[in-house]
């Protein structure tokens, strides 16, 4: 463990460079907020190094269990620290509430307890739209290198073909080449998505913010109407695009970029089923909105539809429409959605594809075995054979997860919050949504909650992000066991 404090240490001190963007921003906003960003970067070295000292007599090789340790504690402690410029530039802004908004960012939930975002200074804008974009950067990074180790992912599928550093699957100096390969590629698409919303109609900074969310699958905007405040058919097309990018896993941007060749898309099994049943959904919920008289003319409803189930199923959370008021069958279809859309490697949360294809395989097996007991019938997903480990493995995350969403709900039950808000808050912050249903609704913050009731949401936020089991290990006396 001290040799993960060490790491952690200096983990802090370098994330003191994320504050240099909003600090330029500061500058040529005349926001006064430049000095409030070069403190709590300052704090962040000095706290950094000073840890990463402490323990520098425990420096060694990292072995695959400190790694999850390692991405708990770093995700709990950039929290904080990312809280730092919201305490000083909000006003009576609580910790708790600081703390969960910098999580929300991170995490790229996109829940926020914060009003009256158009008068943000913009450097704390820009800020929080950065965390999503470091945060998306750091969970693919996360899928790829890190998560392979519980098997509970679905990078094991890609590792025969994948080439290059996307290939490794261990916690080894290769990692280096994994994430500076993923940067490579996630910055590209971000700078694709700035120029398209600019020429949509966006302002240069509100491009760089709502693309920074968009390809971190978050959900933070500049304004408190959301994407709404543009009223922009071009804008919301441009925003379905890169969510749509987003939702894919990043190895295949990457095999596809590499090959120069739209061939990997073509053999990923995953986004095959995204299309396929976001494509669904999207028909399925503009025929029931547009029979109930909601909004005049089919392709108005199919406007409004498409944007609103992309945004919620790629668990983004951007809001146009308050859909709530909708057939219920919709809001709560589309909460659904936002638990089984995402790729495995991509920027959201839920469930994941990888893991839904293989649960409805395992289950048609079954049946094939009932009525065939001695045959052999092996799980196939994008023509690989996945391993009994692996499907053990995803039947108890499933379990987890499931079980996670039922003791939140319940802990909320019993601080005094109604079960629609209850269970869906839950639900959207496992799945780093954001927003859900009643009080946790698209028209609505977070700010509503009691101290004890956020603690709960940034809680699910975390175990969410994490993948639950990179988190629950920590809690098994194995794990400690020398």
């Not at 503009?286 to 944007?307: E, P």
């Not at 859309?341 to 049946?367: D, N, P, Q």
């Not at 039947?395 to 629609?420: E, H, K, P, Q, R």
Request: glycine residues 8%; contains cysteine; positive net charge.
């Amino acid at each position: 463990m001290f040799a993960v404090l060490h790491v952690l240490g200096l983990m802090l001190a370098f994330f003191a460079i994320t504050f240099v963007m909003p600090m330029v921003c500061s500058l040529l906003a005349g926001d006064g907020m430049f000095a409030d960003f070069a403190a709590a970067a300052g704090l962040n070295v000095l706290l950094g190094l000073a840890l990463a000292l402490a323990f520098r007599r425990y420096r060694r090789e990292l072995k695959a269990r400190d790694g999850f340790l390692l991405v708990t504690l770093a995700w709990v402690m950039m929290s904080a620290a990312a809280s730092i410029p919201l305490l000083m530039a909000i006003p009576g802004l609580s910790f708790t509430d600081a703390y969960f908004e910098a999580m929300s960012g991170l995490t790229t939930t996109g829940s926020t307890v914060l009003s009256g975002l158009d008068s943000l200074p913009p450097s704390v804008n820009l800020w929080r739209h950065a965390l999503h974009w470091y945060g998306g950067l750091g969970i693919i990074v996360l899928a790829v290198a890190v998560l392979p180790l519980l098997g509970v992912g679905g990078m094991q599928v890609y590792k025969a073909e994948s080439p290059g550093p996307v290939k490794d699957e261990k916690l080894t100096p290769r990692i280096t080449q994994t994430a500076k390969a993923l940067w490579l590629v996630y910055t590209g698409i971000t700078a694709a998505g700035v120029l398209a919303l600019h020429a949509a109609g966006m302002t240069w900074f509100d491009a760089i913010c709502h693309s920074f969310s968009a390809i971190g699958l978050g959900g933070f905007s500049t304004h408190d109407t959301g994407v709404g405040y543009y009223h922009s058919a071009a804008v919301e097309f441009v925003l379905i695009v890169i969510m749509l990018v987003a939702c894919v896993n990043f190895s295949r941007h990457f095999m596809a970029v590499q090959k120069l060749s739209l061939a990997p898309y073509a053999r990923d099994t995953e986004a095959k089923a995204i299309l396929i049943v976001l494509g669904a959904s999207i028909f399925g919920i503009t025929m029931l909105v547009w029979v109930s008289g909601h909004y005049q003319g089919f392709a108005t409803t199919l406007r409004h539809v498409a944007f609103s189930v992309v945004s919620v199923a790629s668990t983004t959370g951007f809001v146009t429409e308050d859909y709530e008021r909708w057939p219920i069958f919709a809001p709560v279809w589309m909460l659904f959605l936002s638990c089984i859309v995402c790729s495995t490697g991509s920027t959201g949360g839920g469930i994941k594809m990888f893991r839904t294809l293989l649960l409805e395989r395992h289950a048609i097996r079954e049946m094939k075995v009932l009525l065939h007991p001695r045959a052999l019938v092996p799980i196939r997903i994008g023509g690989h054979v996945i391993p009994e480990r692996i499907v053990y493995a995803v039947l108890a995350f499933i379990f987890l997860y499931f079980t996670t969403i039922v003791t939140l709900t319940f802990t909320l039950l019993l601080s005094g919050l109604d079960l629609v808000s209850a269970f869906s808050g839950v639900v959207a912050s496992i799945n780093n949504l954001g927003p859900g249903l009643e009080l946790a609704g698209p028209s609505t913050q977070y700010q509503k909650f009691t101290d004890f009731q956020t603690w709960v949401f940034t809680l699910a936020m975390l175990l969410g992000r994490l993948e639950i089991f990179s988190v629950l290990v920590l809690f098994t006396p194995a794990f400690w066991r020398k």
